[in-house]
């Protein structure tokens, strides 16, 4: 069976479109791992000198307390303070913050900044608070 140059030309095209597609579709997949894999690891909340591990959790952000500098707060190691922060935008999330200092839950926002990622809770949206923590080996 003969192969016309058309049809040979029209699976080249199919073909490379098909690869293309691909390659378009597995970088899209990478970029939102990527983009989390920035904020995941350790942090130090500099005021305090507590140290959370943030992680991926089903394709979310969680952070959970691993260690403290002040005894009163030993308890709360191991507590989330976030849990299933959604990506809204390269480099920021947003979801519920937990304070352990007031005990309290607050809407809020982490982002990228620089090599510190910042929170930030709000109290009715607009009483807003927050601190750049920094990344801790």
């Known amino acids: 069976m003969k192969i016309s140059v058309s049809d040979r030309a029209r699976s080249l095209r199919v073909a490379a479109l098909a690869a293309a597609t691909g390659v378009g579709l597995l970088s899209l997949a990478t970029a939102g791992a990527a983009e989390a894999a920035d904020a995941l690891g350790m942090f130090t909340r500099p005021s305090t000198g ?15 307390i691993i260690s403290v500098t002040n005894p009163k707060f030993q308890s709360t190691v191991g507590q989330l303070i976030v849990n299933g922060a959604e990506s809204v935008g390269s480099g920021k999330w947003k979801g519920n913050l937990f304070d352990p200092d007031t005990n309290k839950t607050y809407k809020g926002s982490m982002t990228l900044a620089g090599d510190g990622l910042r929170l930030e809770g709000c109290v009715a949206a607009v009483l807003c608070s927050g601190e750049t923590w920094r990344r801790t080996n």
């Open 50 to 64: 507590t140290v959370v591990n943030f992680y991926d959790c089903g394709g979310k952000l969680c952070g959970k």
